[in-house]
């Protein structure tokens, strides 16, 4: 049975997406912003943008019965490649203990300019 979570994102609702999604054991998380519950983007730099990017991924997936020591798989996308060493430390305090696959790529562009990151997670989680 397929189950959805969704979070405080504007974008949910006017895209019609998902934050996450719990299909059997596999809990997928959308491209995830640096937003605060409020809706406004996280001031600082990419280590806070991406601290509340993985709060929000973890958010999802423990909405959905996960742990972050769940997450197998995740994808960093940056404006500037020296914020990687940010991006990654804010990485390894989320999920040192889960040390899942990890892409970090540098891209144009977001989809707003003040965002230096954008995250997507994926967890396996077997049912209870």
């Known amino acids: 049975m397929r189950r959805r979570h969704n979070s405080a994102s504007p974008y949910e609702e006017r895209y019609a997406f998902s934050r996450s999604i719990r299909d059997g054991s596999r809990i997928l998380v959308a491209g995830t912003a640096p937003l605060g519950p409020d809706g406004a983007t996280v001031q600082g730099g990419a280590y806070e943008q991406a601290r509340r990017c993985f709060e929000i991924a973890r958010e999802a997936i423990e909405a959905l019965g996960g742990r972050a020591a769940d997450v197998v798989r995740t994808r960093m996308y940056l ?9 990654g430390r804010a990485h390894a305090e989320a999920f ?5 696959a990890a892409t970090m790529v540098v891209v144009v562009g977001l ?3 003040a965002w230096r990151v954008e995250i997507e997670v994926e967890a396996i989680h077997a049912e209870s």
């Open 79 to 87: 404006c500037d490649a020296k914020d990687s060493d940010a991006v």
């Open 111 to 113: 989809l707003d300019p």
């Open 96 to 100: 040192r203990e889960a040390k899942p």
